[in-house]
């Protein structure tokens, strides 16, 4: 499975749940789990943290041979998208500037929608605010109002795209022990290599 995270730093809980002109958006609330996270909001994407280093989403997946890109303007992240060669990839924005002209917010919704088109159900589709989220992911049985950590979101995301998940892991996944139908394409081969390569950094 496919993972494509929206980091928007900054972004307030009570725009992004409670704007009803951002269509996008609560369509996606009624399609899958959204709340609010405790904790240090820029947290969201550690993993696990082991002496000086630091474990986060990004490095998981490339240890376990994955792509993963960053993004800062929607017509990359399509380009992207459209080329159908990517794993995971991430849009990063800040949500903390005033006195601009426009709706960051009302932008923010126009570039998901038109992103929406270029993704299939094998994606998990993260939206990431001010100590807030929404999940989508076709095997998410998890629906509705859901609190949590901020760190419990990437053992949760991992989780749903069929990784397997360091026993040193900080965070808790909100579908641990749930039936999931997933597929992270990793072989039997490749699962060996990740465990090796994270043993080799002190997370197994």
Known sequence: MKILVFDLNGAKRTKLFGDERLENLCRLMDMGCFGELEGNPREWNILARHESHTLTLGEFLIQAGKEF????????????????????????????????????YLDF?????????????????VIVGESCFVLVASNN???????????????????????????AAEGKSWVAGM????????????????????SGLGYI
């Open 69 to 104: 890109a960053v993004f800062d303007d929607f017509a990359a992240l399509q380009a992207k998208l459209a080329s159908g060669a990517w794993d995971c990839c991430q849009y990063s924005a800040s949500f903390s500037a005033e006195g601009d002209s426009t709706d960051p």
């Open 109 to 125: 919704d126009l570039g998901l929608g038109e992103t929406l088109h270029y993704l299939s159900d094998d994606t998990a589709l």
């Open 141 to 167: 049985p998890i629906t509705g109002y859901q609190d949590g950590s901020t760190l419990d979101l990437t053992p949760t995301i991992l989780e749903l795209a069929g990784y397997p998940l360091p026993s």
């Open 179 to 198: 039936e999931l139908n997933n597929s992270s394409g990793l072989t039997e081969d490749e699962q060996a290599m990740l465990r090796e390569r994270l």
